[in-house]
């Protein structure tokens, strides 16, 4: 190629797209890292995976701050049993994830099953070179 303009930007569009791909593999692994999670909590692994300034909303209207979440997700009041995730889409736009998705999951609350099938959108920021989640919402 002879044009030099050409190749830098040849090269600018690969590492741009390949970036993206690298955020959305990254994304999608902590997705799963918290489905898990959400099934079997871990205090220490909920505080890594969750920002300082979480705000997760449920499908119900409450909202709760990252220590809420973690302490009712610890207390078993409602338990998810499985969780399975439909039609998930990742969108990243320079250190902010975007993901939705469709929870499809059996919970056991208070000793009754129930099940679940609602949408949730995910917001995830970049600190440190590691994925956080910033903010959930679920809705009906």
């Given at each position: 190629?002879?044009?030099p ?5 040849l ?11 690298t955020?959305?593999?990254e ?10 999670l ?20 449920h499908?119900?209207?409450?909202i ?64 440190a ?12």
């Amino acid at each position: 190629m002879k044009n030099p303009v050409l190749l830098i930007a040849l090269f600018l569009t690969i590492g741009s797209a390949f970036g993206q791909h690298t955020s959305q593999s990254e994304l999608e692994k902590k997705v799963e890292e918290l489905r898990i999670l959400l099934i079997h909590p871990e205090q220490h692994e909920l505080r890594r995976i969750t920002s300082s300034q979480l705000s997760y909303g449920h499908s119900n209207g409450r909202i709760e701050n990252q220590e809420e979440f973690i302490a009712y997700m610890l207390s078993g009041v409602s338990k998810f049993v499985t969780i399975e995730l439909q039609n998930q889409t990742i969108d990243t736009v320079d250190d902010i994830g975007i993901v939705r998705h469709t929870i499809v999951a059996e919970t056991n609350n208070e000793g009754e099953t129930v099940h679940i099938k609602i949408g949730v959108l995910l917001v995830w920021h970049k600190e440190a070179n590691d994925w956080k989640l910033l903010a959930r919402q679920a809705f009906k």
